[in-house]
C-alpha cells in the first residue's frame, strides 16, 4: 500500500488517496494531510452510517512531566481543557455538545492524552469548531483551576482502595530512578495534593504541549476527505506552532535485580510483579514485536504457565502480562494475584521461570503461528465501528502520526521466527533488567530493596 | 471477576477481515439439518458483515437461586463460560479458541443470564462446535468447580469488599433495598452460600432453569442460511423443553425515612450511593420520561449533567455523580451499559463517587438535596429542550455495533417495545414538559430513601449523620458567593432519618450471608 502524503505548505491541495488496504492489518483507506503549522489530520471515511469519531491526539503524557514535584500534570491538563474558553466558557461549551448528542471525553497515559468524542455526522463542524477553539485559546481562571485540581484528587481517590494502583506505583518507582516513568500517569499523591498551588505551571504547560507539531486529529467515520480538510483549514490552519522540545532523562543502566514489598493496610489476597526492562515500540526492530509474542505466548490464557497456575494447581486466580508501546524503553510485566501467601515465592520463582524458558530452547512453531494468528485477528477483529477504529488508532498516531506503522508492525509480527524469540529473551530476561514487587496485607510497611 | 471482564472482552467484536471465503460446504451441511423447532424463541439480525455475534440467552437469573443457595444461578453460568464441555477440557477450549481471538462470556443478572460470543465467518464452524458443546453439552468437572467457586467467593471478598469501595456500595445498596426479596442478594451470591455450594447443585440448577422454553436465540451477522433452524435443532435436541421459569415478585419493603447502612472499612475516601424502588421499566408509559430525568439529572459519566456540574464541576468535590433508572453495574470501567440485564423491577439511584472523609456528609446532603430540589421545581423547558436534543441523538451510540444491537433487540422483546433506538427517538418526540414533571413528582422523592456509605470512621460519620448538625464543605478555592449562600442551606439540610434502620456493618460481613 502507498500513502500519498500531502505537500507540506499547502493543506488546501486535496491529497489523493491509498488506493489499496488489501493484505493490510489496518483494512481502510485513510488520507493524511499535514498543515505547515505542524498538525496533521489522519482521516478514515468508513461505511458505518451517520456517527463521527474525533480523537486528538497530544503526543504529551505523563513522560513529559520532567520536573520534580509535577508528576500528574498532563492528567491534570487533560481536565483543564475541559474548562472552556473567553468564546465558549465550559457551560457553553457543555450545552454545544449536548446539543449535538454527542459522547466526550479523554484520557492521559504515560506519551500520550487523547481527547474524544463521538457524534451525529451533521455536527462535524459545530464539533471541529469547538475543538479548535479550545487547543488554541482555553483560559481557565485561577479559581476554576483550583476547583479542577480537587476533582483530579478524587479521581486519585476513586482508586485509591484498588492495591493493583499501589502495585503499580512501586513497581515504577522501583524500576525507575531517573526516567519520568518512574510516576503513574496519576502522579504522585503528593504532586496531586499540591496542584492547587500550581497554576502558573499550567500556563506554561499549555505553551509548551498545546501546539500543532504535537497534535494529530483523527476523524473516523460518516465523512468525506474534502468536508474534513475543509474545516481544518477553516478552523486550524491559524494554530501557532512551538518551540519546546523536553529533556528526557535517559534511565541508567541496571546493575543488579531489583525488588520490594508493600505492606497492604486492609485484607487482600497478595499480589506479585514480575518485569524486565524491554524496548521501546518500534515497526523496524523486532525486539518489542518478539517480546509482545512472548507476553501472550508466555502468560496469556492458553499459556503453560496460565494453564499449571491457574487451571491445574489452582494457586492463583489472576495471571496476565502487560507491555503497553511505549517511546522509551519500558517495562514487560507479568502480575497474578496468589490465593494462599505462602505460595507468593513460588509463583514469583514459576514466573521467572516462564521468561527463562524462552532462553533455553526456539519456541515449537505450531505455537508461535497460533500467537500471530491470535494478534492478527485480535486486533483486526476489533475494529467494527467508527469510534473503535478511532480509538485502536490513537496509541499508533500519539507514537508515529500514521496508521502505516500498524501494517509495519503486523509485518513484524509476521516475520518474527522462533530463533528470534530465543534471542530476544535471552537480550532481555536477564537479573539485570529485573523488578519485582510483592504486595500483601500487612499491618505496617517493612519495604527493602 | 472473570464473568464481567470476559463479557466485557467479548463485546468488543470483530470484524472486516479482507476476503476469506465462506464455508459454503458449512453451509449446505446446514441446510440439510434442516428440522427446526419453531416454537423457540429467537431474535435474528441477519446482515452481509463476515461476523457472526451470538446471544444465547436464558430468562432465569439469581432472583432463582433458591434460599441457602444463592450463587448457584452465576456459578453455573461460569461452570459454562469458564469451564470445560464434556468434550472438552477448558483448557483444550482455551487453546483452540486462541488462534481465532475469540472467546465465549457470560453475564448473569436476576432475570437473565446471557452467553455471548462472536467469530469471523470463516471460524463458525469450528467457533459454534465449541460452544454449543459448552452450553449444551457442559462438562461439570470438579476441578472446573473449585477454581471458579473460589474465584466467585474472591469475587465477592477481594473484587467487592477488597478493591472496589464503589461498586461495593452500589451492590450493598441493592442488597439492602430488596431485603427479603427474590433480588436481594449479589448475584454472584453470598460466601457463605457459595462455600455449601455442590456441582450436584448447579446441575439440578441447569436441569430446570436451562430449558428450551426459557431460552432465546440471538444470531447476528452474515450466518449463512439454515444456521439458526441448525442451533435451534441442536438446542431442541439437548434441553428439556420445560415451562417458562414462573416467579413471583413481591413488591419490595416499603422505606420509611432515610435508612442508612454505614460500611466500616479503612479505606482513604468515602463512597455513598442512595436510592429506592420505582415501578418503572421499560415496558411503562413512564419510562421515556425518566430516561430524559435521568439524562438531565445525573447522565452516566458524562460532563453534562445537572448532578456532575453541582457537586464536581463547581465544587470539585469527587470525580463524578450520576444518576440511574435501571440497574448498571461496571459503571467505573465502562461509559455505556450492557444489555441483557432486564428486570421486572427497577430503582432510583444515585451515585457520589468517593469524596474526602471530610466532605463525606456534605455530599450525601447534597445530593439528597438536590434530588429534593428537582422533585419540588421540576425541569425547565429550555433543559427539556435540551436533554431531548441529546437523548434523540446520543441513542444511536447505544447500538454501534453488531454485537450490541443484538442485545438491545433481545431486551426490547423481553420489554415488549419496538426497536429500542427507534422507540426512544418516537416516544422523546411525542413527550412534553409536563409529561416529565408529572413523572417526576410521581416516581421520584427524596425522603424514604436507602443509603449505602463505605467509609473508615463508619461510627463517626453515623453519629454525625443522626446528630444533625451542619456538616460544612471544606474547599480549596472558593466558589461563587451564590454557591457559599447554597452551601449554608446544603450543609444543615435535614436528614430525617429512621432510627431503627441505620446501622454500622464491618465489611467483612457484608456478602457474607
Known amino acids: 500500500m502507498r500513502l500519498f502524503k500531502s505537500s507540506l505548505l499547502l493543506l488546501s491541495i486535496v491529497m489523493p488517496l491509498t488506493t489499496s488496504a488489501q493484505n493490510k492489518i489496518f483494512p481502510y483507506k485513510y488520507f493524511t494531510d499535514d498543515l505547515p503549522n505542524g498538525l496533521r489530520v489522519i482521516t478514515v471515511p468508513t461505511d458505518y452510517p451517520n456517527i463521527v469519531a474525533l480523537y486528538i491526539a497530544v503526543s504529551t503524557g505523563s513522560r513529559n512531566e520532567i520536573e520534580a514535584g509535577k508528576s500528574g500534570f498532563a492528567h491534570l491538563f487533560e481536565h483543564l481543557m475541559f474548562r472552556g474558553t473567553e468564546k465558549f466558557p465550559a457551560e457553553a461549551y457543555n450545552r454545544a455538545l449536548k446539543n449535538a448528542g454527542a459522547d466526550s471525553n479523554a484520557y492521559t497515559s504515560d506519551d500520550r492524552t487523547v481527547y474524544h468524542t463521538v457524534f451525529s455526522k451533521e455536527d462535524l463542524d459545530q464539533i471541529m469548531m469547538l475543538e479548535a477553539d479550545r487547543f488554541q485559546n482555553l483560559k481557565v481562571p485561577v479559581d476554576l483551576f483550583k476547583t479542577e485540581t480537587r476533582a483530579v484528587l478524587g479521581e486519585y481517590n476513586k482508586n485509591a482502595s484498588s492495591p493493583v494502583r499501589q502495585l503499580y506505583e512501586s513497581l515504577r518507582e522501583t524500576a525507575f530512578k531517573t526516567h519520568t516513568y518512574q510516576h503513574t500517569t496519576m502522579g504522585f499523591l503528593r504532586d496531586v495534593e499540591n496542584m492547587p498551588n500550581m497554576y502558573d505551571y499550567s500556563l506554561e504547560f499549555f505553551k509548551r504541549y498545546y501546539r500543532p507539531e504535537y497534535v494529530t486529529i483523527i476523524v473516523v467515520g460518516d465523512v468525506t476527505h474534502d468536508g474534513v480538510v475543509q474545516l481544518v483549514n477553516k478552523y486550524w490552519a491559524g494554530w501557532q506552532r512551538g518551540s519546546y522540545t523536553p529533556q528526557i532523562p535517559t534511565e541508567a543502566e541496571q546493575t543488579a535485580p531489583l525488588s520490594t514489598d508493600v505492606a497492604w493496610p486492609t485484607t487482600t489476597l497478595p499480589w506479585v510483579a514480575v518485569a524486565f526492562k524491554g524496548p521501546a515500540y518500534s515497526d523496524t526492530e523486532k525486539d518489542k514485536p518478539a517480546l509482545d509474542l512472548i507476553s501472550s505466548l508466555g502468560f496469556s490464557q492458553t499459556s503453560d504457565l496460565y494453564q499449571k497456575l491457574v487451571i491445574k494447581e489452582q494457586k492463583v486466580d489472576t495471571l496476565l502480562a502487560d507491555f503497553e508501546d511505549h517511546r522509551d524503553p519500558y517495562l514487560l510485566t507479568v502480575v497474578a494475584r496468589v490465593k494462599d501467601p505462602k505460595d507468593v515465592e513460588y509463583t514469583k520463582a514459576e514466573i521467572i521461570k516462564a521468561f527463562d524458558s524462552y532462553k533455553a530452547a526456539p519456541v515449537a512453531a505450531d505455537k508461535l503461528s497460533a500467537v500471530k494468528s491470535n494478534l492478527k485477528y485480535g486486533f483486526a477483529l476489533s475494529l467494527d465501528n467508527s469510534e473503535a477504529i478511532a480509538a485502536n488508532l490513537a496509541p499508533y498516531i500519539a507514537l508515529k502520526r500514521t496508521p502505516e506503522t500498524l501494517n509495519k508492525l503486523y509485518d513484524l509480527y509476521a516475520s518474527i521466527t522462533p530463533q528470534d524469540i530465543q534471542q530476544m529473551a535471552k537480550k532481555y530476561f536477564v537479573e539485570t533488567r529485573r523488578t519485582t514487587v510483592v504486595l500483601a496485607h500487612k499491618e505496617k510497611q517493612n519495604a527493602s530493596q | ?513
Do not use: C
Open chain 2, 1 to 513: 471477576m472473570r464473568v464481567s471482564n470476559r463479557l466485557a472482552l467479548i463485546s468488543i467484536v470483530l470484524l472486516i477481515l479482507t476476503a476469506g471465503a465462506t464455508d459454503i460446504g458449512f453451509a449446505r451441511d446446514l441446510a440439510r439439518t434442516g428440522k427446526a423447532s419453531t416454537s423457540m424463541a429467537s431474535v435474528l439480525l441477519p446482515n452481509s458483515s463476515p461476523l457472526v455475534s451470538f446471544r444465547f440467552l436464558f430468562n432465569a437469573g439469581s432472583a432463582l437461586d433458591p434460599k441457602g443457595k444463592e450463587g448457584v444461578a452465576a456459578l453455573t453460568a461460569s461452570m459454562i463460560s469458564d469451564g470445560g464441555s464434556r468434550a472438552m477440557s477448558y483448557e483444550q477450549i482455551s487453546a483452540a479458541m486462541y488462534p481465532m481471538a475469540t472467546s465465549f462470556g457470560s453475564q448473569i443478572d436476576k432475570e437473565m443470564t446471557v452467553f455471548a460470543g462472536t467469530t469471523h465467518l470463516d471460524n463458525l464452524q469450528k467457533y459454534y462446535g465449541i460452544i454449543s458443546g459448552m452450553l449444551l453439552d457442559p462438562g461439570f468437572r470438579d476441578d472446573d468447580f473449585n477454581r471458579l467457586r473460589t474465584d466467585a467467593i474472591n469475587f465477592l471478598k477481594e473484587s467487592l469488599r477488597g478493591n472496589n469501595d464503589e461498586e461495593l456500595g452500589k451492590e450493598a445498596l441493592y442488597v439492602a433495598i430488596y431485603n427479603g426479596h427474590a433480588y436481594g442478594h449479589q448475584n454472584i451470591g453470598t460466601v457463605e452460600s457459595l462455600e455449601k455450594l455442590t456441582v450436584e447443585d448447579l446441575k439440578k440448577f441447569y436441569r430446570d432453569n436451562y430449558t428450551q422454553a426459557n431460552f432465546v436465540l440471538g444470531l447476528a451477522g452474515g450466518y449463512p442460511k439454515g444456521f439458526e433452524e441448525k442451533v435451534q435443532s441442536d438446542v431442541a435436541a439437548k434441553l428439556a423443553a420445560g415451562a417458562a421459569t414462573k416467579l413471583a415478585l413481591t413488591q419490595p419493603e416499603k422505606i420509611s425515612g432515610l435508612e442508612m447502612q454505614v460500611i466500616q472499612k479503612d479505606t482513604p475516601a468515602t463512597a455513598i450511593s442512595f436510592g429506592f424502588p420505582i415501578p418503572v421499566t421499560r415496558s411503562d408509559q413512564d419510562w421515556p420520561a425518566l430516561l430524559l430525568v435521568q439524562s438531565y439529572f445525573g447522565q452516566h459519566r458524562s460532563s453534562n449533567s445537572y448532578l456532575y456540574k453541582r457537586l464536581r464541576e463547581i465544587r470539585g468535590l469527587n470525580y463524578g455523580d450520576y444518576a440511574y433508572i435501571e440497574y448498571f453495574p461496571r459503571g467505573m470501567f465502562q461509559f455505556q451499559p450492557d444489555p441483557n440485564l432486564g428486570r421486572r423491577q427497577q430503582i432510583f439511584q444515585v451515585w457520589i463517587r468517593p469524596v474526602e472523609p471530610k466532605n463525606g456528609l456534605f455530599a450525601l446532603r447534597a445530593g439528597l438535596y438536590e434530588l429534593n430540589k428537582l422533585v419540588r421545581t421540576g425541569m425547565s423547558q429550555e433543559d427539556f429542550d435540551a436533554t431531548r436534543r441529546f437523548l434523540t441523538k446520543n441513542v444511536n451510540t447505544l447500538t454501534k455495533t453488531q454485537d450490541a444491537q443484538l442485545g438491545y433487540a433481545i431486551d426490547s422483546k423481553y420489554y415488549g417495545i419496538p426497536s429500542f433506538t427507534d422507540y426512544v427517538r418516537d416516544q422523546l418526540a411525542k413527550l412534553k414538559l409536563e409529561d416529565v414533571n408529572r413523572a417526576i413528582k410521581k416516581h421520584l422523592q427524596a425522603e424514604n430513601v436507602k443509603i449505602a456509605v463505605v467509609t473508615k470512621d463508619a461510627e463517626g460519620f453515623k453519629q454525625a449523620a443522626l446528630e444533625g448538625k451542619p456538616s460544612p464543605i471544606s474547599y480549596t478555592s472558593m466558589p461563587a458567593k451564590e454557591i457559599l449562600e447554597e452551601d449554608k442551606i446544603i450543609e444543615s439540610y435535614k436528614l430525617n432519618f429512621n432510627l431503627k434502620k441505620v446501622e454500622v456493618v464491618p465489611v467483612d460481613q457484608v456478602f457474607q450471608k
